[in-house]
């Protein structure tokens, strides 16, 4: 009896490991289920994490073309604007230049008709030529209406004893200008470039209506000046008539000015009374 | 800069002309003109100049001799003196400038060009001053 309860008693205390050992087992699977629970909800959490954060990258994605797009729009008015800046300072440069060029004609127009002195008209025209086109060797020529050939009257940069020669209307480079009437120019000397006479950098009609009535032969230019510029040719043109006009004029003044003094002289002859000594 | 007294001398009327007519872009300033060294050298006795504008090549007087009287005289030593000539030789110019000129510059003149070396000069000296 006594062992039989001695054996009940061990079953009995297996049968307690064993259900202590089950309940060990059973909280394992408790814990282990919670844990896969908790799992489960977070990768259910980070799932929908994910959806937000690729909703927000479209958003920045969109943010970031628009932005793009405004910065290339921007970038292509910048360039716009810079090339209008480019256009207006090129413009100013220009209207500069025709200011200047302007203020030239002018000064050279109002120069040429400031006096009636045949004298001081070719040397105003000198001027001109020294001062805005910058020559430095030339020489203005008249025509003779007796013998129909060009003379000089005045030129500057020669030695003064220099004879230059008469040119008959016709005869090479400034006799044709005188024949036609038409400006001759060379734009640059070559290396091998002589002052000669017969053969100028320029030769420029001095023209009233169709009526040449002398030419400026311009041989050098001063050791600044390269070329010829735009404003001298509209400086040859002003000068082809104005100081044309102005020599004319100046020419006639002082003849009909002498002739009135020769007239005066006459008359102060003809009305003085004759006194008996 | 309102209210300059520049000195243009030069014998050429043409010169003076167009020289008067570039400096008019200075507002309310006033131009005053010799033409030659001893006529400008007698302004320079009763009148305030600013800035001087000379030839070279002039009668009784070049502009050589007047830069050189000018920078001996203790009351014009420092006044800005600009050379304008047909003389454009890289010797003329170290002459000039050695005398004494400020600034050197060869004909025919650009009226833009001729400002911005006032203008530029103008400056030197504002800046000198303030220092």
């Known amino acids: 009896m006594a062992e039989e309860h001695s054996d009940m008693f061990k079953k009995s205390q297996e049968f307690l490991q064993m259900l202590s050992k089950q309940k060990d087992f059973i909280q394992d699977l408790l814990k282990e289920n919670e844990r896969l629970r908790f799992q489960v909800a977070s990768l259910e959490s980070r799932s929908g994490n994910a959806q937000s954060a690729e909703a927000e990258l479209d958003a920045l994605r969109q943010r970031l073309a628009k932005i793009e797009r405004e910065r290339n729009e921007l970038e292509a008015r910048y360039q716009k604007v810079e090339e ?7 413009r100013y440069v220009e209207v500069e230049e025709q200011n200047n060029n302007l203020a030239n004609l ?10 009636l002195d045949f004298q001081e008209v070719i040397h105003i025209v000198m001027e001109i030529i020294i001062n805005l086109v910058g020559a430095e060797i030339f020489a203005i020529m008249l025509m003779d209406e007796k013998t129909n050939e060009l ?16 040119i008959k209307i016709g005869d090479g480079i400034v006799g044709g200008v005188a024949k036609a009437g038409e400006p001759y120019y060379i734009n640059q000397a070559g290396d091998d470039y002589q002052v000669d006479a017969a053969h100028p950098l320029s030769c420029i009609p001095l023209k009233i209506k169709e009526n040449v009535i002398g030419v400026i032969n311009i041989y050098k230019l001063l050791v600044q000046k390269d070329a010829f510029t735009a404003v001298d040719y509209e400086l040859f ?4 008539a104005h100081a044309a006009t102005a020599i004319f004029s100046s020419k006639l003044y002082s003849q009909s000015e002498r ?3 020769t007239i005066q002289g006459f008359l102060d002859l003809l009305t ?6 | 800069m309102e209210g300059l007294r520049f000195l243009v001398v030069e014998d050429s009327p043409t010169m003076r002309q167009l020289i008067s007519f570039s400096l008019k872009r200075f507002k309310g300033c006033t131009i005053l003109e010799a033409v030659d060294g001893v006529d400008a050298l007698k302004k320079l006795q009763t009148e305030e100049v600013d800035m ?11 502009g050589l001799k007047l830069v050189s009287l000018i920078r001996q005289n203790p009351k014009t030593k420092s006044m800005p003196i600009i050379i304008i000539t ?5 010797e003329d110019r170290e002459r000039g400038l050695a005398l004494g000129a400020d600034a050197y510059i060869s004909k025919p003149i650009q009226s833009s060009n001729l400002l911005k070396v006032i203008n530029d000069l103008l400056e030197k000296q504002s800046t000198t001053t303030n220092e």
């Open chain 1, 259 to 261: 002739k009135l003094n």
């Open chain 1, 151 to 166: 003379g000089v009257i005045a030129s500057e940069g020669y030695e003064e004893d220099f004879v230059f020669p008469t």
């Open chain 2, 52 to 62: 001087i504008l000379t030839d070279i090549n002039m009668p009784v007087m070049d």
């Open chain 1, 237 to 240: 043109s002003l000068l082809a």
């Open chain 1, 106 to 115: 002018y000064v050279a127009s109002y120069q040429l008709h400031s006096t």
């Open chain 1, 84 to 90: 209008e800046n480019k256009d207006f300072a090129q």
């Open chain 2, 86 to 90: 047909t003389e454009g030789a890289k």
């Open chain 1, 272 to 277: 003085t009374p004759v006194t008996k000594s």
